[in-house]
């Protein structure tokens, strides 16, 4: 049936009707009886009409735009859609029902157990947000789905509005983002629920079921206890009985948070790899296997805002020697290289300790070293060391993968003197390092890039060693030396910043700091082993088990626990 015209339902008594209806015109449902549309597909460009009576509409689809009087009532049921919007009546929609909203409309009283969308723009069409006034609303597990640009405070959205009656039950709210790219927002936040002329909100009227991600910026829906409006803020977001609490400090994005803390842990492995001065203190042949554990939080932003925490296992593989020995009169110089893999993977996570992502880099490393022991006891040892990364980053948030790649150089020399009583030797020692790291620019999948400028790093560590050595009286060759090194560290001089935000957009651009100073607090203990004394044909064999921990202070230093086992070789 096709109506340009004008259709009129006159009845004081209940009415049912099914068929089509089609065209320009109006359908106008008068009388104090109820008016049932079931099975039915109506589309009335001229809209309906309700001046009295309830209209019910039963496994139907209805396209129009319902102007209704007071005391009228509109209820969708059985798999029924509207789509236009209401203007205003009360309104009941069921669980299998769903209202379209294409406009600002205006209801009385609202008990919403399906599921309700804010019509979003067309392709290419500019987003114009639309408003949604009731003067109740009764959440029966129902669903609003709200359109917002997902930028600051004052960002363009659709919106709830209680105006002068209450928000009560339980009702989901699904933001799908416009177009925004990210920003830190000030105040309140984005209002998506407002009351209005003493209206109110339960403490539990609305969820938002997932956190929003745009450009570095995380958000989540919380509510002002001032004026019982609800917002979408890039603060962090915590439930403190029935109420809600900001922390102030800002909700970066899952690829924010594991960015931010990449260079920091990239020169600490680096730190590991480089740390052979136990494993060559001999002439010759010499390899080492290590694996452990390091725990690492880096402050992060561009004034500290919280913690990007890191962990990871690691393994390491390496293999070195001695090219070539001078001696003086006072002193034996040797100098060497080696080469090294490592490899770790471990989770990056935000403050809170929730995941942001999993973070695995491969390592390839190659060094220099000159050892310098004089006849007195004192001994300088300097080091120089190349790596090359490669870093994979997979997020949560966005499911966003990076991989990227960076170069390092490790710089360190080291000045001790060996100490002799009785049976044991005590090493005061100490070490200056200095690193560097430059990471490749780089874009994840879901468009986020990555930029961070050279990363440096300097470092004071001293220690004491104390060892002694344990002689097997019966058989010549064999000896076994028992030891440990407390030690203390001391980092400073951190720079080099990162940034992240969307690509092609430097506005979105946030900036986090290098990782701050910090000290850490450790204790190395091994023993190591003589298998076989040098002769005609056996090379001098020892072998060498170390484990280590340590404790961050302050700062950036990561706690961690590692074993290594050593395998040195002499002819």
Known sequence: MTNDSHVTVSTDQAVNWSGTLNGQGMLTKDGAGDLTIENSQVAQTG?????????????????????????????????????????????????????????????????????????????????????????????????????????????????????????????????????????ETTGNGIQLVSAINGGTTDNNAFEMPDKLTAGSWRYSLWRNPNDAGWYLTSSSTAREGNEWVRSGHPDYSDAAWSFAGLATQAMSYERLIANTGDSRTEEGMWSRVEGGRLHQGQDVGSTPSGDAVGGANYAVIQVGGDIGAVETPTSRWRVGLYGATAHTRGQSARDSGEQAGSVSDQIFSTGAYVHGQYHHGLYVDGQVQVSRHRLNVSLNDSQGRLTTRGTGLNLSTTVGRELHAGGTDITPQAQYRVQSLQMDKEVDTAGTRYEAETATRHEVQVGVKVAHLFADTDKGDKSVRVWMMPSVLQSFGQRGNTQVGVEGRDETMVTFGPGSEGAAAGVDVGIESHISQQGKVNPDVLVGVRGRYQRGLSGSEPDGVGGQVTFKMMF
Not at 132 to 154: A, H, P, W
Not at 155 to 174: E, F, K, M, S
Request: proline fraction near 5%; charge should be negative; hydrophobic fraction near 35%.
């Open 47 to 183: 809209g309906v009409m309700l001046n009295a009576g309830n209209l019910t509409v039963n496994n139907s689809q209805v396209t129009a735009d319902v102007v209704a009087k007071e005391g009228t009532r509109l209820s969708l049921a059985d798999h029924s859609v509207l789509t236009g919007t209401v203007d205003p009546t009360d309104m009941l929609l069921d669980n299998s029902s769903a209202w379209n909203v294409t406009g600002d409309s205006l209801l009385n009283a609202f008990s919403n157990d399906g599921v309700v969308t804010f019509v979003p723009p067309a392709p290419g069409a500019p987003f114009v947000p639309h408003t949604l006034t009731v003067n109740s609303l009764s959440g029966q597990d129902g669903t609003i789905n709200l359109n917002t640009r997902l930028e600051g405070s004052e960002a363009p959205t659709d919106r709830l509005v209680i105006d002068g009656g209450t928000a009560t039950g339980h009702t989901r709210l699904v933001v799908h983002n416009q177009g925004g790219l990210g920003a």
